[in-house]
């Protein structure tokens, strides 16, 4: 090694730092200890100072405020903090359940809403957090281009859906059958501006931070507005897809909670100690119950739009998934329980296997939200819902279920649609339907499927 030479100060009011020259180097170490933390910085000749693990990526956090109403405060100021605690999450809680149902209530559209505005909360709160941390660099764009960014990403997103589900109001305006047909190329270009500007904002010495802020915006876009996405494609499916996978998670958390707080001590995982394996297992079992609204037409028909009324229609003959079947149970259970058959719904073992996933690995993305903001050093995305924390605190479980669900009714549930067969047929040209409607007659014809009224009249 080559020689060095070292000099140091400590202080009792102050960290102690240690200065590290290398004469074999034009660069000074300077090594900082300061809260059990050691960080390193150093400093080249002729170069500023390196972006690396310094204060600066600390995020700046703002002391916690108490945004719990007076008339709460006040109710409940003889209570200790944690029964105080226990209390308003309560009273919060049921607040929030009931406004959810006033919501389903209203319909499909209301809920699309609802969404979109929890989508943009969500994206806010995650952004502010990156604020936090590197303001001090005066990054330049960065909130317009995160903004713009987002506007980008559900421009794309929200176009799609209207091509998917509302092909006859499409039919209908010019402007749309433009914007549809070169969707895609329109939102490349528009995200190809926000792209350019980014480059064009690029600043000396702060570059890493910059691609930081892009990558930043860039991973809370995939996290939260295409699972967002996937939050609306699960409706369209049938409010069920909808309303039982948030209120598996809701039951879960309330559970687990529950369980935690009166009955569990034991550690689930270091990055969220109050989980507790006995409320892991008690919102296990109590989320098997959400197969109750496959009873009600109203949320199993699939969510479409009838061009007729210029409104969504969820009226339809459910199909064989919400109709009353009979199982036979296997033999072990037989000699167990004493019955031979047992009537289901099969969206009941659907449902059974979405509350597995709840309870098992639903709660990984609350486990992933606590280790993200431990590593920036806060306690809640946002102080939004008092004794809750931010809308993301409430929600970082809920997007990954909905991803899931998304995924299996891709794979075992969903099959042809004709309605979105009929609305790709009708945007052809009159002579490519021609030739389909030939193609199909003479395939019904070989398989004796036509009538023969039909081939009497040809």
């Not at 990526?57 to 605690?85: F, H, I, M, Y």
């Not at 209120?247 to 507790?276: E, H, Q, W």
């Not at 991803?403 to 969903?414: D, E, G, K, M, P």
Request: proline letters at 5%; hydrophobic letters at 45%.
């Amino acid at each position: 090694f080559s020689p060095i030479a070292m000099k140091g100060s400590c202080n009792m009011q102050s960290a102690c730092i240690n200065y590290i020259y290398i004469f074999s180097s034009p660069c000074v170490y300077t090594l900082q200890e300061a809260d059990g933390d050691d960080k390193l910085a150093f400093l080249c000749e002729g170069e500023g100072e390196i972006e690396g693990d310094s204060k600066a990526d600390t995020p700046d956090v703002p002391p916690s405020t108490d945004n719990t109403p007076q008339c709460l405060n006040k109710a409940l100021e003889g209570l200790s903090s944690r029964w105080k605690n226990w209390w308003i999450r309560g009273i919060l809680s049921l607040t929030m359940i009931t406004g959810f149902f006033l919501i389903i209530y209203l319909g499909p559209i209301m809920l699309i809403f609802v969404v979109m505005s929890i989508q943009i909360k969500c994206f806010h709160e995650i952004i502010t957090i990156g604020y936090r941390v590197y303001h001090s660099y005066d990054l330049p764009w960065f909130r317009t281009l995160s903004w713009y960014f987002l506007i980008c990403v559900n421009y794309f997103f929200y176009g799609e859906t209207v091509a998917d589900y509302f092909g006859a109001l499409v039919q209908r305006e010019e402007p749309l059958q433009f914007l549809v047909r070169y969707h895609r190329f329109i939102s490349f270009a528009v995200y190809l501006a926000g792209f350019c500007m980014f480059v064009l904002s690029l600043v000396k010495k702060h570059y890493r931070l910059q691609f930081y802020m892009f990558a930043w915006t860039h991973v809370t876009l995939l996290i939260v507005v295409t699972q967002s996405h996937l939050v609306i494609q699960n409706l369209f499916e049938g409010m069920i897809w909808f309303i039982v996978p948030i209120s598996i998670v809701i039951c879960n958390d309330i559970m687990a909670y529950i369980f935690g707080f009166f009955f569990g001590r034991t550690p689930l995982i270091k990055l969220s100690p109050k989980k507790t394996w006995e409320g892991f297992i008690g919102g296990f079992f109590a989320t098997v119950f959400a197969y109750l609204l496959s009873q009600y037409q109203y949320f199993v028909c699939p969510v479409e739009y009838n061009s007729e009324t210029n409104r969504f229609a969820v009226e339809c003959e459910p199909s064989n998934l919400f109709m009353i079947q009979e199982y036979t149970l296997p033999a072990v259970v037989q000699n167990a329980v004493r019955w031979k058959t047992v009537n289901l719904y099969p969206f009941q073992i659907h449902s059974i296997a979405l509350s597995t996933f709840a309870s098992l690995i639903g709660p990984f993305g609350g486990f992933f939200a606590s280790g993200f903001k431990r590593a920036f050093k806060i306690k809640d995305f946002a102080d939004t819902i008092p004794g809750h924390g931010g809308i993301m605190d409430r929600f970082d479980c809920q997007y990954l279920m909905a991803t899931f669900v998304h995924v299996y009714i891709a794979s075992f549930i969903r099959g042809p649609n004709p309605s979105k067969v009929l609305q790709q047929l009708l945007v052809l040209q009159p002579e490519q339907q021609l030739g389909i409607f030939n193609t199909l007659r003479n395939h019904l014809r070989e398989n004796g499927m036509l009538p023969p009224a039909v081939e009497e009249a040809q």
